[in-house]
């Protein structure tokens, strides 16, 4: 059995480069999130996909932040001209979604530390 | 807006010592999820629980009991006997109903001694 998995789980980086983070979730889910922790925090929600349509954004995404679910497997985080304020844990979610039933638990996968210098 | 508050930073108790986690939450949904979820040193997000708001009965499992109580917007969660092993980042989280993004609170750190 495999849980959601992330790459790579560190990524240090210069300000001004761009970085992409790949999340691969458990295989039946059809529900994809993408959430920012900082530390001493709780995770703050980015945006996430049902199978491959985004359905929501946070405000928080900047437009330097892009994600993508090509065919509904896994998913891209790309962050361009990074920011030392981007330097957080990137965390990445899976859930299963049935019509007219409620959200079921997320699992999360390790995350991504990005470190940006 | 929704918005969930862990008042308690850290707590620290011995070992064999019962701990109770505050969690109070704020929502205008009438449906909505609440959950709490443990983060250990190795930093992994492990689920624990996941309630609903018509369901007000409390939960045992195990070590773990869970207090919901919509009249005062809480979602307590007791460990019994803690353990070492119980040392943890603690995160409550609600949920609306379609949207399914979490809110989490700030997070409880607790420490366990032995």
């Known amino acids: 059995d495999t849980g959601v998995s992330q790459d790579p789980r560190h990524k240090i980086t210069k300000r001004g480069q761009n970085v992409t983070f790949r999340c691969d979730p458990i295989s039946e889910h059809n529900r994809l999130y993408w959430y920012r922790q900082t530390l001493g925090q709780g995770p703050e929600f980015l945006t996430y996909f049902q199978n491959e349509a985004q359905l929501e954004k946070s405000r928080l995404l900047s437009d330097r932040f892009s994600a993508e679910r090509p065919k509904g497997s896994f998913s891209t985080l790309e962050i361009q001209r990074t920011e030392q304020g981007d330097s957080a844990m990137y965390l990445c979610?899976?859930?299963?979604?049935?019509?007219?039933?409620?959200?079921?638990?997320?699992?999360f996968g390790p995350g991504t530390r990005l470190t940006v210098t | 807006a929704q918005k969930v508050t862990q008042a308690q930073t850290e707590i620290s108790v011995v070992e064999k010592e019962d701990v109770t986690l505050d969690c109070v939450y704020e929502?205008?949904?009438?449906?909505?999820?609440l959950f709490w979820y443990k983060q250990p040193p190795s930093g992994e997000l492990v689920f624990l629980i996941r309630?609903?708001?018509?369901?007000?009965q409390n939960e045992i499992s195990g070590r773990y009991s869970w207090n919901f109580q919509k009249s005062t917007s809480s979602f307590n969660f007791t460990i019994t006997a803690s353990q070492v092993v119980d040392s943890a980042v603690y995160f409550c989280?609600?949920?609306?109903?379609?949207?399914?993004?979490?809110?989490f609170g700030a997070g409880t750190i607790l420490r366990v001694k032995s």
């Open positions: 989280a609600l949920s609306e109903v379609y949207g399914n993004k979490l809110v």
């Open positions: 979610a899976s859930s299963l979604r049935i019509v007219d039933r409620g959200p079921y638990e997320q699992y």
């Open positions: 309630r609903n708001s018509f369901d007000e």
């Open positions: 929502t205008r949904d009438t449906t909505y999820y």
